[in-house]
Every structure is written in structure tokens, then in C-alpha cells.
């Protein structure tokens, strides 16, 4: 079988004795494990170790895949200059993962190199692979802000990749858990750090990969792990497969998560084809609320399907409530898949002869024009979210005091640059957090003055 194994595995510099310098002796746990790790890829003797780290190249729509045929690195940013690596890629095996992305329409190749050494998300755990094993060349992958859906497709075409080169791969998840489990931590304490932990360690323990990919996206973000999207990865190289997992160790002491397991492939199980389970239930509960939605939200879908599907601007619908041929607002239509938001543009005040008319133009602005984001295709329409803000009228306010971030939108201004933000957005929970998101979305630097309105919305979903 191609894909021997894989391991989740953390990378603090800490734990390597030449930066740690008795330092590491309190992750001892780990470093244990990590050896075991080790020992077990010595094991294998791999053709290609591949690892998927979160501190190499990472673009927010794009899985960077290392370029050339080697690559150096060391420990001199921490302080041990000496511990040095000199590694070979994979070339053959980069080439296949990455016309199997393009076949699939997944972004992934090695494009826009920044930095060619290797970072310690990769040499953490070759410090102690190359001590137990030499041989075999490498594969270093980075991770992107695409959804969890897309770095499951990853790691399935990884595993497609390495059986059609006929390489016997061994997967390195590179990641710490979350980096907020302590007071004393470098990031300090959230609650959503232990609860983080808590639960991937328990998917880990039970192999429950689907489970993956219902984490929400503020959810990790409020624990601060780096590792989820690496697991995700691995989890999609196992698709398909019975998968047996072992955990080596888990320790907290530093306030940041460092989970070390192992997982050996089994026998196919159908059962487990969980990217599509997780689809399927997605796009159940698309329909469920695109047969829930209001006039508003149709109005908003059925100009992104007919901008999507036939480049034509839908004609209004003879049977709009009146209120929408009659009122003039600024509207703002907002775009989701799978949980993460996928286009959003709008109007802080009235720009056409009715509501209906500022959803319509700017439903099709948010799926082709958001330059955020490529243009929505075709295939994205049955997993699409779409929900419309009508705005108030702007009114002044003096300071941060007169904000709700649950209740007002923020429009922030410093002489022709504004920049709004709506409420009641996820993992926004502050007004010095609006305030400061929609300074920088207007362009306003962090000392310049400005000034501030607020207003309300009418949310339809």
C-alpha cells in the first residue's frame, strides 16, 4: 500500500536539545513520543517522507507545494545555527499531486516561492526522523485559507498521487493544538484552548476523521491551534480506509497543545467516504433553508445562479413584495460555503430606483467581482449560503460607547476613505474589534483620525 502511515506531530523548537538547552526536559512526553515516531518511520523506510506544515509558504486560496529538487534549513533563527538539514524532493511525486489538483480544479502547485529554506514546522520532526532514518527523499506541503473541504481533497489526491508513482509515502501532519491552554502561555488563556484539545485528541483516538471537518472555523480561531488544516489533510490521504490509531502522548505544559499520534491504513470501508457524508449533509442543509428563505434571499440566489450560470443579470420577478419595487436602501448580500465566507458586497446607501434592484446588482457583484475571492462556478451553486442586509440610515456617533456590536454596523471614516463593517458577525465580539476591521478595510492607518456612524440592519436569511 503506498501510504505506509501517517503522524501528528507538533514542532516547538524548544524540544530540540541545542535550542531548548534543558528546556525541553519539561516536554519530556513528547519528545518520547516523538522518538517512538521516529523509530517507527526507520521502520517503514519510506520512499517519501511528505509533511504538511502550517510555517512554509501559505496562501489564502492556494496550497503551495515546495519547488526544485532540495532544500536546506536550520535552527539559526533559535539559536543553533549548527543543526543544519540538506533534504531532496520529491520531483517526480510533486509533479502527479500537482496535475491531479489541476485535473480536479483544485489550487495547488509551486507557484510564488517566497522562501525556499526549510521552515521548523518541517525540520522539527526531521530532527528526529533523520536521526533514526536517512534515507527516502521528501515532499513539503503548506496549507492555505481554503475550506476544510479542500484540504481533505488534498490529502485524498496525496494518496492517489503516491500509488500512481508507486511511492510508499509516509504523511507528516505537522501542527501544534491550540496555543492558548494557560494563563502563563505566550497567548495566554481562552476557553476554547483545553476544549480544542480535548476534542481532537478524542477524533484522534477513534480515527473519526469526519469528525474534522464540523470544527467551525471561529471556534479554532478562538483556540488558536495551527495544526487543524495539516490533520485534515492527513485525514483526506486515509479516505476510504479502515484506519487503526494509536495515541503516543499529549501535553499542555508550555500553555500550547502538543498531540503526537500514529495511524496505520487498514482495509477499504466504504463507510468511511467521509468528504462526501460531509457534502451530502451540506448540501441538505442548503435546500433546507433556500425552501426557508424570504423573498429577499431568492431574489439574491436567483441572481447568483443566473450571473453563474448564463451571464445574464436577472429581470425582476413580477411577484416581489411591494416594499421591494418602492423603498431605496443600501443593501449588503453576503456569500458562505461550507462555513466560510465566499463573496460579499454592498451599498452603504440607495444607488439604483428600488431594493430589489440594489440586491440584484449587487448579488451578482458578490459572486463574480469580490476581489477577494475567484469568481463562484457552477458546481458551487447547491452549497452556497446567501443571506441579504438592508441598512439603515447612517447616524453620528461620538465614541466606541455608543456601540452593540450584536445590534449596529460600523462606518469608519478619515476624509474620502470609509470602511464599513456590518453586525452581528462571528467571532467579532468587541467594538475596538469592528472598529479596527473596518479601518483596515477602508485603507485608514492605525494613528490616523477618524470618525464614526453606526447603524442598524434588517438580516434576511
Same mark, same amino acid.
Given at each position: 500500500m503506498p501510504l505506509l502511515a501517517a503522524f501528528t506531530v507538533p514542532h516547538p523548537p524548544l524540544i530540540v536539545p541545542e535550542v531548548g538547552r534543558g528546556g525541553e526536559k519539561q516536554i519530556e512526553e513528547t519528545?518520547?513520543?516523538?522518538?517512538?515516531v521516529a523509530a517507527e518511520v526507520a521502520s517503514l523506510s519510506p520512499d517519501t517522507v511528505v509533511i504538511t506544515s502550517p510555517h512554509t509558504v501559505m496562501y489564502a486560496d492556494y496550497f503551495h507545494i515546495?519547488?526544485?529538487?532540495?532544500?536546506?534549513g536550520s535552527f539559526e533563527r533559535f539559536g543553533a545555527p549548527d543543526v543544519r538539514f540538506a533534504e531532496r524532493y520529491d520531483t517526480e511525486l510533486v509533479q502527479r499531486i500537482c496535475a491531479l489538483a489541476d485535473e480536479a480544479g483544485l489550487p495547488a502547485g509551486t507557484l510564488g516561492e517566497r522562501d525556499a529554506s526549510l521552515d521548523h514546522g518541517t525540520t522539527v520532526p526531521l530532527r528526529f526522523i533523520r536521526r533514526a532514518y536517512t534515507g527516502g527523499k521528501i515532499v513539503r506541503i503548506g496549507l492555505s485559507g481554503l475550506p476544510l473541504a479542500d484540504h481533505y481533497r488534498l490529502g485524498q489526491i496525496i494518496a492517489r498521487a503516491a500509488a500512481e508513482t508507486e511511492k510508499r509515502i509516509v504523511l507528516i501532519a505537522s501542527g501544534d493544538l491550540s496555543h492558548k491552554l494557560q494563563s502563563y502561555g505566550p497567548y495566554g488563556f481562552a476557553k476554547e484552548g483545553p476544549e480544542y484539545d480535548r476534542r481532537i485528541m478524542d477524533v484522534f483516538a477513534r480515527a473519526a476523521f469526519g469528525e474534522m471537518l464540523e470544527f467551525d472555523e471561529t471556534f479554532c480561531d478562538k483556540a488558536a491551534e495551527c495544526g487543524h488544516r495539516s490533520f485534515v489533510i492527513m485525514a483526506g490521504a486515509f479516505d476510504g480506509l479502515r484506519v487503526k490509531p494509536t495515541v503516543l502522548s499529549h501535553q499542555d505544559i508550555t500553555g500550547v497543545g502538543y498531540g503526537v499520534c500514529a495511524?496505520?491504513?487498514g482495509e477499504p470501508d466504504e463507510g468511511r467516504r467521509f468528504l462526501d457524508a460531509f457534502l451530502k449533509k451540506e448540501e441538505e442543509a442548503c435546500l433546507r433553508k433556500i425552501e426557508a428563505s424570504d423573498?429577499?434571499?431568492r431574489l439574491a440566489r436567483s441572481s447568483v445562479e443566473s450571473w453563474?450560470?448564463? @451571464?445574464?443579470? /436577472?429581470p425582476l420577478p413580477?411577484?416581489?413584495p411591494p416594499e421591494m419595487l418602492t423603498k431605496r436602501a443600501g443593501a449588503f448580500v453576503s456569500i458562505h460555503k461550507n462555513g466560510q465566507l465566499r463573496g460579499c458586497i454592498g451599498t452603504i446607501a440607495p444607488t439604483r430606483d428600488s431594493l430589489a434592484?440594489?440586491?440584484?446588482m449587487n448579488a451578482v457583484s458578490a459572486c463574480s467581482r469580490d476581489p477577494r475571492f475567484k469568481p463562484i462556478g457552477p458546481d458551487e451553486l447547491r452549497f452556497l449560503e446567501i443571506s441579504v442586509d438592508v441598512l439603515g440610515e447612517p447616524e453620528d456617533i461620538a465614541s466606541p460607547d455608543e456601540l452593540d456590536v450584536k445590534r449596529y454596523g460600523v462606518i469608519v471614516s478619515c476624509?474620502? @476613505?470609509?470602511? /464599513?463593517?456590518l453586525p452581528d458577525l462571528e467571532g467579532v465580539d468587541t467594538a475596538e474589534e469592528q472598529i479596527s476591521i473596518a479601518r483596515r478595510k477602508g485603507g485608514i492607518g492605525e494613528h490616523e483620525p477618524y470618525t464614526l456612524q453606526r447603524f442598524e440592519v434588517v438580516r434576511h436569511r
Amino acid at each position: 500500500m503506498p501510504l505506509l502511515a501517517a503522524f501528528t506531530v507538533p514542532h516547538p523548537p524548544l524540544i530540540v536539545p541545542e535550542v531548548g538547552r534543558g528546556g525541553e526536559k519539561q516536554i519530556e512526553e513528547t519528545t518520547k513520543a516523538y522518538e517512538r515516531v521516529a523509530a517507527e518511520v526507520a521502520s517503514l523506510s519510506p520512499d517519501t517522507v511528505v509533511i504538511t506544515s502550517p510555517h512554509t509558504v501559505m496562501y489564502a486560496d492556494y496550497f503551495h507545494i515546495s519547488p526544485g529538487e532540495r532544500a536546506e534549513g536550520s535552527f539559526e533563527r533559535f539559536g543553533a545555527p549548527d543543526v543544519r538539514f540538506a533534504e531532496r524532493y520529491d520531483t517526480e511525486l510533486v509533479q502527479r499531486i500537482c496535475a491531479l489538483a489541476d485535473e480536479a480544479g483544485l489550487p495547488a502547485g509551486t507557484l510564488g516561492e517566497r522562501d525556499a529554506s526549510l521552515d521548523h514546522g518541517t525540520t522539527v520532526p526531521l530532527r528526529f526522523i533523520r536521526r533514526a532514518y536517512t534515507g527516502g527523499k521528501i515532499v513539503r506541503i503548506g496549507l492555505s485559507g481554503l475550506p476544510l473541504a479542500d484540504h481533505y481533497r488534498l490529502g485524498q489526491i496525496i494518496a492517489r498521487a503516491a500509488a500512481e508513482t508507486e511511492k510508499r509515502i509516509v504523511l507528516i501532519a505537522s501542527g501544534d493544538l491550540s496555543h492558548k491552554l494557560q494563563s502563563y502561555g505566550p497567548y495566554g488563556f481562552a476557553k476554547e484552548g483545553p476544549e480544542y484539545d480535548r476534542r481532537i485528541m478524542d477524533v484522534f483516538a477513534r480515527a473519526a476523521f469526519g469528525e474534522m471537518l464540523e470544527f467551525d472555523e471561529t471556534f479554532c480561531d478562538k483556540a488558536a491551534e495551527c495544526g487543524h488544516r495539516s490533520f485534515v489533510i492527513m485525514a483526506g490521504a486515509f479516505d476510504g480506509l479502515r484506519v487503526k490509531p494509536t495515541v503516543l502522548s499529549h501535553q499542555d505544559i508550555t500553555g500550547v497543545g502538543y498531540g503526537v499520534c500514529a495511524f496505520y491504513p487498514g482495509e477499504p470501508d466504504e463507510g468511511r467516504r467521509f468528504l462526501d457524508a460531509f457534502l451530502k449533509k451540506e448540501e441538505e442543509a442548503c435546500l433546507r433553508k433556500i425552501e426557508a428563505s424570504d423573498p429577499y434571499v431568492r431574489l439574491a440566489r436567483s441572481s447568483v445562479e443566473s450571473w453563474v450560470r448564463l @451571464r445574464e443579470r /436577472l429581470p425582476l420577478p413580477e411577484d416581489l413584495p411591494p416594499e421591494m419595487l418602492t423603498k431605496r436602501a443600501g443593501a449588503f448580500v453576503s456569500i458562505h460555503k461550507n462555513g466560510q465566507l465566499r463573496g460579499c458586497i454592498g451599498t452603504i446607501a440607495p444607488t439604483r430606483d428600488s431594493l430589489a434592484e440594489e440586491i440584484v446588482m449587487n448579488a451578482v457583484s458578490a459572486c463574480s467581482r469580490d476581489p477577494r475571492f475567484k469568481p463562484i462556478g457552477p458546481d458551487e451553486l447547491r452549497f452556497l449560503e446567501i443571506s441579504v442586509d438592508v441598512l439603515g440610515e447612517p447616524e453620528d456617533i461620538a465614541s466606541p460607547d455608543e456601540l452593540d456590536v450584536k445590534r449596529y454596523g460600523v462606518i469608519v471614516s478619515c476624509g474620502h @476613505r470609509r470602511g /464599513l463593517l456590518l453586525p452581528d458577525l462571528e467571532g467579532v465580539d468587541t467594538a475596538e474589534e469592528q472598529i479596527s476591521i473596518a479601518r483596515r478595510k477602508g485603507g485608514i492607518g492605525e494613528h490616523e483620525p477618524y470618525t464614526l456612524q453606526r447603524f442598524e440592519v434588517v438580516r434576511h436569511r
